[in-house]
Structures are given as structure tokens and as C-alpha cells.
């Protein structure tokens, strides 16, 4: 249950209509429940998890129905039903394909039916905001959040001489360690952090600029109307640069598929990663002692936001009893899958309970503290643009911000990356 988009084959509607589904919830005779249909982007495991919570919903009048879908290539299967309007009544979705399927039209407005006990303001709130159009709308509602952080190695930090990473350590402090860290025991960096480094990179250097009191890349991912790379954020890009440089931090290209086993196997001191990896490591059970501490801060502790849920079609047959369902998701049922696999803080926060109580019986006190620092953090960076034209950025960072990093190009090159993404939001791509 990785909180984020993942993706299976390409599926033809057909192929689902054997399960009843891909046309929305059933309406039913007329004395008989309506059928509502989730589809999940889960684990065969998880969803039989999942299946066995949704039983336990209580109601003459509707039938819920979980459809049996591979987890692979999701985000293929997703475009195929949207193309073929067979999309089912609750589907996973990332917050970009939220943004940019409510914009289009394509998604139900759920903004009216929050309140009370499941009101806007029993959800974190960075989730709510992000998950709002330009107008307003709500075309899903987050379900679980991703909370970020840096994973250290206990036991090597205690064997050079270092105070492990803990809430208020500084980026100085990491790329100290880090210098230290490189080529002990195997490993030949001291730091590996594709979220800096990688295509989504400069919006996690905003954590540094935001810190340290200056401004984000840009001002909003959903609806941006610029980015910028004021001093601060040219400060934090310079020192990144230099700890690459040195070989204290794994350089942009650097594969990072292994990078779990390896850090589990004691071959990476420190990485940048979220807080789904904790359930693995309950099972994997890697040979180091090992936490999981805040991003550092330059002044003020600022942190990524990010999260996924569930979105309608506007075709769905009853919206009424979909919601239902949706608000038995979110209220309910993460009662019995994180305490399986807690994966995820859930984004309405009563249901954390279930969450945090199984990492503290698993002795995950590191990643109680950090999870529950991240979502009270006061400043908070968005990971990446969701918008339509996102990729675009994506090829602009591979071929001028990446450059700058690794010491190919010069860092007075950084205003003319951003202005080239400044006339990609001028033009909407």
C-alpha cells in the first residue's frame, strides 16, 4: 500500500464487466441495494485486508463490492476505464490525477458533503488545501498521507562518533555527517537522496529556502503562477552541489531501486525516504539499528506534504450511497488494515489512532515521533507540480537543474531553469 501512483497493463473495460463494474454503482431493482464498486491500486494481500473491513459496512440498501484488480500498472488500467467511461464508483487516485480529472469535469464535487464529524477539519489540513482546484472544488477526498524524512543508520553514526539525527538537527549537521559517514563499512556514500537529487529535487530544496526564511521554488503545485530561486534557495542548491562534489551525497542518476536493501544490509548510513518503508522493516528486519528523524531545518522545520485518495466519477448512479462508502473508507476501515500494514498516517486524523498505536507495539518510536512531527509541521512544501504539463518540467530539471548539481554546468545557470518554467506556467505547457 505505497502511497503513491503506481501503475498495471493496460486493461480493457471488458475485461472488468465480468465483476459487474466498470460502469459505476449498480442502481438495483427497485427493492434491492445499490452496488458500489472501489477498485484499489493495492497488493492482492492488502486488498484481501481491505475486503474483509468493507464486510463489516452495515447497510440494507447498498452493496459494496471490492474488484479483484491487479495492482500493477494501475495508472494504464485508470486512463483505459476513464477513456471508456467505466470508471467504478471509488477509485485510488494520486492528488495530480485528482486535480487534473476535477478541472476536466470528470470527477464529483464532494465539497458540500463535509461536515461535522467528518468535516473539512477533521483532516490534516495541508491534505485538504492541496486537494482543492483554483475554484474550490473537491474532486476526491485525500485517504492517506506521506510523510517524509531521513532514515539513518544508528549504529554507524554511534561508531564515527555522532549524535544520531533527531527533530532540530540542521542541513549543516547532515552534510557534516554525511562527509563523515562516506566509505565506512561499505558504503560509498553518506547520503543518498534521490528526492534532492532527482527530477523532483527542486521542490524538495524548497524545504531549505522556506527554512531558512526565504521562498518556496513555487507558490502553488496545483495552480502555480511562478517559480523563483531567491537567495536562499540558490544557498541551499550550492550547498548540495558542493556535498555532491565532495562525494558525500549520491549525484543525480543514481539508482536507487536498492536503495532500501542496501541501507537495511548496513551499506547506506543515511537516506531520504517516507514513512511506508517502516512496515517493511517490521518484516525485512535489517541487520543495523536504525530511526527515522525529521528533515533538518535551517531555523524554522519545514517538511513536504503529500497524500492519495479516493475520487467519483460524475457518472456514478448514486452519489449518496458512493459517499457513504467513501466516508466508511476513510472512518473505518483503516482500523483493520494498518494495524496489518501500517503504511500510512490516514489523512482524517481519528482514524491515526490505529496507525500509531501499531508502530509504538512495534517499537517504531522514531517513526511515531517523525510522522506525528511532519503532519503538525507549521511550514510545509508541496513534493511536485500536478499539473498537466508537469513532465515538461520533469525533462527541463533532467537537462538544466541536474547539470547544476553534479558540477556540469555552472549555478548561475539556476535563473534561466526558472524561467524557462516560468513560461511553461505563463503558456499552461
Excluded at 458500489?36 to 491500486?41: A, I, L, R
Aim: charged share 20%.
Amino acid at each position: 500500500m505505497k502511497t503513491k501512483l503506481i501503475g498495471s497493463a493496460a486493461l480493457a473495460c471488458a475485461g472488468l464487466l465480468a465483476v459487474s463494474a466498470c460502469g459505476g454503482s449498480d442502481s438495483g431493482s427497485s427493492d434491492g441495494p445499490v452496488t458500489v464498486t472501489v477498485m484499489t491500486w493495492e497488493s492482492t494481500q492488502t486488498n484481501a485486508v481491505i475486503k474483509k473491513a468493507l464486510a463489516d459496512f452495515k447497510d440494507d440498501k447498498i452493496k459494496v463490492e471490492l474488484l479483484d484488480t491487479p495492482s500493477g500498472q494501475y495508472g494504464d488500467k485508470l486512463s483505459s476505464l476513464t477513456q471508456a467511461k467505466k470508471l467504478p464508483d471509488l477509485f485510488w487516485c494520486g492528488n495530480d490525477t485528482e486535480q487534473q480529472y476535477t478541472q476536466q469535469g470528470l470527477l464529483v464535487d464532494w465539497t458540500s458533503k463535509l461536515s461535522g464529524d467528518f468535516g473539512p477539519d477533521k483532516f490534516v489540513g495541508s491534505a485538504i488545501e492541496n486537494w482543492k482546484t483554483a475554484d474550490g472544488q473537491m474532486g476526491g477526498l485525500p485517504s492517506l498521507m506521506n510523510t517524509y524524512g531521513v532514515w539513518y543508520n544508528a549504529d554507524a553514526f554511534t561508531a564515527a562518533g555522532l549524535q544520531v539525527p533527531k527533530d532540530g538537527w540542521t542541513w549543516d549537521e547532515m552534510y557534516t555527517a554525511a562527509e563523515k559517514l562516506k566509505g565506512k563499512n561499505g558504503a560509498k556514500y553518506g547520503l543518498v537522496a534521490d528526492q534532492l537529487t532527482g527530477p523532483d529535487g527542486p521542490f524538495t530544496m524548497s524545504m531549505y529556502a522556506v527554512s531558512a526564511g526565504g521562498a518556496p521554488f513555487t507558490d502553488n503545485v496545483n495552480h502555480p503562477t511562478k517559480a523563483e530561486a531567491d537567495a536562499k534557495y540558490t544557498e541551499g542548491v550550492q550547498k548540495l552541489a558542493d556535498a555532491v562534489k565532495s562525494g558525500s551525497v549520491a549525484p543525480p542518476g543514481y539508482d536507487a531501486a536498492n536503495a532500501q536493501s542496501l541501507f537495511a544490509a548496513g551499506k547506506i548510513p543515511m537516506m531520504f525516504g517516507g514513512q511506508w518503508l517502516a512496515a517493511g522493516f517490521q518484516v525485512d528486519k535489517p541487520k543495523v539499528k536504525y530511526g527515522f528523524a525529521p528533515f533538518p531545518k535551517v531555523t524554522t522545520p519545514a517538511t513536504l506534504y503529500d497524500s492519495v485518495g479516493i475520487c467519483t466519477p460524475q457518472y456514478t448512479k448514486d452519489q449518496d450511497a458512493t459517499f457513504k462508502v467513501l466516508q466508511y473508507i476513510n472512518t473505518k476501515v483503516w482500523d483493520v488494515v494498518l494495524p496489518a500494514s501500517p503504511v500510512a498516517p490516514p489523512a482524517y486524523t481519528p482514524a491515526q489512532a490505529s496507525y500509531f498505536d501499531s508502530l509504538t507495539k512495534a517499537q517504531q518510536t522514531t517513526v511515531v515521533d517523525t510522522v506525528k512531527a511532519d503532519l503538525a509541521a507549521e511550514k510545509t512544501v508541496g513534493v511536485r507540480f500536478t499539473t498537466q504539463w508537469a513532465q515538461q518540467v520533469g525533462d527541463l530539471t533532467t537537462a538544466e537543474y541536474q547539470p547544476i548539481l553534479s558540477g556540469k554546468k555552472p549555478i548561475s545557470n539556476l535563473p534561466a531553469y526558472v524561467e524557462k518554467i516560468n513560461a511553461l506556467i505563463k503558456s499552461g505547457g
